[in-house]
Structure formats: structure tokens, C-alpha cells
């Protein structure tokens, strides 16, 4: 089993930038596709961005051209670099399997991280 743990949030005034980091522990880390989530207060958790064990990525059309996914599987480590931020990207952010969504079986969930973006 994968365990996930989310770090890098803070706060930003809009137009700043964060990087977050999804540290993975498990030997089956580097096969395994990771995406980032995130959930606002009083809205449902939604998918931001996801990368594949490959390298593939795709993104949240709120998103796109101002966020975007890597990893590093030698560190075992997702990142999501976060640009141009506006108001709305504030949320808890997560990661864990994009294959949850399609009714598999998801990673315990971490603490996730918070970003706030001020205006």
C-alpha cells in the first residue's frame, strides 16, 4: 500500500506562487499514476492534475497553463507547481490515485495542505 503526505501550501497573494509536494512511500511508487485534488469549502473534492507513471499529465481546464504536474521517482515524490495563483485555487489540496474516480480502490487519504490565496 501507498502512503501519501502533502506539504508546500501556505499563503499567497494572488498572482504568487506555491510548489507543493506528495512524498510517497511504497516500492510500487514508480509504476503508479498520482494526481493532485483539492477541496474548497463546501464543494466536493475535484481533480486538479494527474501525471502517469510515464510522465503523461492532464489537467482540470481551470487550471491549465498556470499549474503544472512532475515527479521524481527516484525521491518518491510528486510535485505541483502552482503559478499565477488566483482566489479560487484556495482549497486543501490531496494526492492519491486518479483511479479512485473510476471506482477503484483509493490510497489512504493524507493530512493534505492548504493554500490560501488572497486578492
Known amino acids: 500500500q501507498v502512503q501519501l503526505v502533502e506539504s508546500g501550501g501556505g499563503l499567497v497573494q494572488a498572482g504568487g506562487s506555491l510548489r507543493l509536494s506528495c512524498a510517497a512511500s511504497?516500492?510500487?511508487?514508480?509504476?503508479?499514476?498520482i494526481a493532485w485534488y483539492r477541496q474548497a469549502p463546501g464543494k466536493q473534492r475535484e481533480l486538479v492534475a494527474a501525471?502517469?507513471?510515464?510522465?503523461?499529465?492532464n489537467y482540470a481546464d481551470s487550471v491549465k497553463g498556470r499549474f503544472t504536474i512532475s515527479r521524481d521517482n527516484a525521491k518518491n515524490t510528486v510535485y505541483l507547481q502552482m503559478n499565477s495563483l488566483k482566489p479560487e485555487d484556495t482549497a486543501v489540496y490531496y494526492c492519491n490515485t486518479p483511479l479512485g474516480l473510476r471506482g477503484y480502490s483509493w490510497y489512504d487519504w493524507g493530512q493534505g495542505t492548504q493554500v490560501t490565496v488572497s486578492s
Open positions: 511504497g516500492s510500487t511508487f514508480s509504476i503508479n499514476a
Open positions: 501525471i502517469s507513471s510515464g510522465g503523461s499529465t
